[in-house]
Each structure stands twice: as structure tokens, then as C-alpha cells.
């Protein structure tokens, strides 16, 4: 890290307090944090991190040869009883959560 030299004590103590405060903010986060950050978009991210990955899922099965699919769980299991029940509860629960904040 780079030492700097600052000759303003009143600069110097609010960079000390910023870094102080960068910290403390980390320190609260924990891992989870550190992934999603904070503010008011978490829970948009998140939500966003389960839809990539139920698809990602569901692509990578569709993808895959016959031979290696369980024979009792089938292409259209994995849509009707998987995939589409997901994403339709994750884009009721974003158009529900963005209708709440609107006031209505």
C-alpha cells in the first residue's frame, strides 16, 4: 500500500475516519455482503442469482444426451415441475415487492 504524507491534520483525521468507517462497513457485511453488497438492490440480486442459476440448471439438464437424464424425470418435468413454477413465483414476487414500494 502507498504511505502518503498529508500535512493537514484536519485531512488526515477524515481520512482516518473514512477508512475507519470503510471497514467497520465490511466488517458487517460477512460473506454474504461482500457477495450481494447492501442498499435497496440486494434483494433484486439475489433473486437474480437463484433465476441464473434455476436456468443455468435447467439449460445444462436440457442439454445433456438422453442416456444420462433420469428416466423418471424427464424434459418436462424439469420445466412444468421445476423451472417455470420458479420463475414465475421469483417475477410475481419482483412485480409484488416493486408495487409495494410504489405505495400501492
Known amino acids: 500500500m502507498n504511505k502518503i504524507e498529508i500535512q493537514d491534520p484536519k485531512v488526515a483525521s477524515k481520512i482516518i475516519a473514512a477508512n475507519a468507517e470503510n471497514d467497520k462497513r465490511k466488517a458487517e457485511l460477512g460473506f454474504l455482503g461482500k457477495f450481494f453488497g447492501s ?3 440486494v434483494r433484486l440480486y439475489i433473486v437474480g442469482t437463484i433465476t441464473l442459476g434455476v436456468l443455468l440448471i ?3 439438464y436440457t442439454l445433456i444426451p438422453d442416456q444420462y437424464r433420469s428416466p423418471d424425470f424427464g424434459l418436462k418435468e424439469m420445466w412444468t415441475l421445476v423451472v417455470l413454477p420458479v420463475e414465475s413465483t ?3 414476487y419482483l412485480i409484488g415487492s416493486r408495487s409495494k414500494e410504489d405505495g400501492g
Open 39 to 41: 442498499g435497496e438492490n
Open 58 to 60: 435447467a439449460l445444462v
Open 90 to 92: 421469483i417475477i410475481g
